[in-house]
Protein backbone atom coordinates (compact mmCIF):
# COMPACT_ATOMS: atom_id res chain seq x y z
CA UNK A 1 0.00 0.00 0.00
CA UNK A 2 1.62 3.60 -1.28
CA UNK A 3 1.62 5.80 1.70
CA UNK A 4 3.19 9.64 1.60
CA UNK A 5 3.43 10.88 5.41
CA UNK A 6 4.06 14.82 5.29
CA UNK A 7 5.13 16.30 8.97
CA UNK A 8 7.34 19.60 9.95
CA UNK A 9 4.71 22.15 9.37
CA UNK A 10 3.54 24.68 12.23
CA UNK A 11 3.15 28.46 12.30
CA UNK A 12 6.19 30.83 11.63
CA UNK A 13 6.79 34.61 11.17
CA UNK A 14 7.23 36.48 8.19
CA UNK A 15 10.52 35.76 6.83
CA UNK A 16 11.24 32.52 8.91
CA UNK A 17 12.09 29.21 7.42
CA UNK A 18 10.71 25.58 8.20
CA UNK A 19 11.68 21.88 6.69
CA UNK A 20 8.93 19.85 5.55
CA UNK A 21 9.29 16.18 5.42
CA UNK A 22 7.38 13.40 3.47
CA UNK A 23 8.56 9.87 4.57
CA UNK A 24 6.74 7.62 1.74
CA UNK A 25 6.36 3.50 1.54
CA UNK A 26 4.63 0.57 -0.25
CA UNK A 27 7.09 1.16 -3.55
CA UNK A 28 10.46 1.74 -4.50
CA UNK A 29 11.11 5.33 -3.78
CA UNK A 30 14.38 5.59 -6.04
CA UNK A 31 12.67 4.59 -9.07
CA UNK A 32 10.09 7.43 -8.60
CA UNK A 33 10.06 11.38 -9.53
CA UNK A 34 8.26 13.38 -6.52
CA UNK A 35 6.74 16.42 -6.10
CA UNK A 36 5.64 18.98 -3.77
CA UNK A 37 2.52 20.23 -3.96
CA UNK A 38 0.69 22.92 -2.12
CA UNK A 39 -3.35 24.61 -1.48
CA UNK A 40 -3.85 27.69 0.07
CA UNK A 41 -7.36 28.88 1.47
CA UNK A 42 -9.84 28.77 -1.19
CA UNK A 43 -7.67 27.83 -4.04
CA UNK A 44 -6.56 24.92 -5.98
CA UNK A 45 -3.89 22.71 -5.48
CA UNK A 46 -0.77 24.43 -7.08
CA UNK A 47 2.53 22.44 -7.96
CA UNK A 48 5.75 24.10 -6.54
CA UNK A 49 8.90 21.21 -7.18
CA UNK A 50 9.55 18.28 -8.33
CA UNK A 51 13.19 15.93 -8.06
CA UNK A 52 13.74 13.72 -10.37
CA UNK A 53 15.40 9.87 -9.57
CA UNK A 54 19.38 9.49 -10.51
CA UNK A 55 20.94 12.79 -10.47
CA UNK A 56 17.94 14.49 -8.99
CA UNK A 57 17.57 17.21 -11.26
CA UNK A 58 15.14 19.82 -9.36
CA UNK A 59 12.64 22.16 -10.55
CA UNK A 60 10.55 24.73 -8.89
CA UNK A 61 7.28 27.27 -9.77
CA UNK A 62 8.63 30.35 -10.12
CA UNK A 63 6.46 31.41 -6.91
CA UNK A 64 9.09 29.75 -4.85
CA UNK A 65 12.07 29.98 -7.41
CA UNK A 66 15.32 30.98 -4.68
CA UNK A 67 13.42 30.16 -1.70
CA UNK A 68 12.32 26.65 -1.15
CA UNK A 69 14.95 23.65 -1.60
CA UNK A 70 13.81 20.22 -2.39
CA UNK A 71 16.27 17.31 -1.86
CA UNK A 72 15.58 13.72 -1.47
CA UNK A 73 16.98 10.74 0.67
CA UNK A 74 16.91 7.47 -1.16
CA UNK A 75 18.44 5.45 2.09
CA UNK A 76 15.49 6.95 3.78
CA UNK A 77 13.09 7.37 1.58
CA UNK A 78 12.45 10.67 2.63
CA UNK A 79 12.20 13.76 0.98
CA UNK A 80 12.59 17.49 2.38
CA UNK A 81 11.49 20.73 1.18
CA UNK A 82 13.35 23.71 2.66
CA UNK A 83 11.50 26.71 3.23
CA UNK A 84 13.60 30.21 3.88
CA UNK A 85 11.73 33.99 3.03
CA UNK A 86 8.17 33.06 4.31
CA UNK A 87 5.32 35.13 3.53
CA UNK A 88 1.58 35.47 4.59
CA UNK A 89 1.39 33.84 0.59
CA UNK A 90 3.00 30.51 1.11
CA UNK A 91 0.08 29.78 4.09
CA UNK A 92 -1.44 26.71 2.49
CA UNK A 93 -1.45 22.71 3.62
CA UNK A 94 1.63 21.47 1.58
CA UNK A 95 1.65 17.50 0.32
CA UNK A 96 3.78 15.25 -1.20
CA UNK A 97 3.03 13.47 -4.51
CA UNK A 98 4.63 10.57 -6.59
CA UNK A 99 5.21 12.14 -10.20
CA UNK A 100 6.53 15.32 -11.54
CA UNK A 101 5.33 18.47 -12.36
CA UNK A 102 4.16 16.83 -15.63
CA UNK A 103 2.61 13.25 -14.13
CA UNK A 104 1.01 14.22 -10.28
CA UNK A 105 -2.14 14.59 -11.74
CA UNK A 106 -2.13 11.32 -13.75
CA UNK A 107 -0.85 9.48 -11.29
CA UNK A 108 -3.50 11.02 -8.71
CA UNK A 109 -1.55 9.95 -5.39
CA UNK A 110 -0.53 12.05 -2.80
CA UNK A 111 -0.52 12.29 0.70
CA UNK A 112 -2.98 14.36 3.20
CA UNK A 113 -0.39 17.06 3.53
CA UNK A 114 0.69 19.31 6.36
CA UNK A 115 -0.20 22.91 7.66
CA UNK A 116 2.53 26.15 7.12
CA UNK A 117 0.99 29.34 8.60
CA UNK A 118 2.63 32.33 7.99
CA UNK A 119 2.14 35.37 10.22
CA UNK A 120 2.62 38.85 9.14
Known amino acids: QVQLVESGGGVVQLGGSLRLSCAAS????????LSWLRQGPGKGLEWISE????????DYADSVKGRFTICRDDARNTMYLQMSGLTPEDTAVYHC?????????????WGQGTQVTVSS
Open 51 to 58: ILTGGGST
Open 97 to 109: AIGSEVTWTLLGC
Open 26 to 33: GFTFSNVA
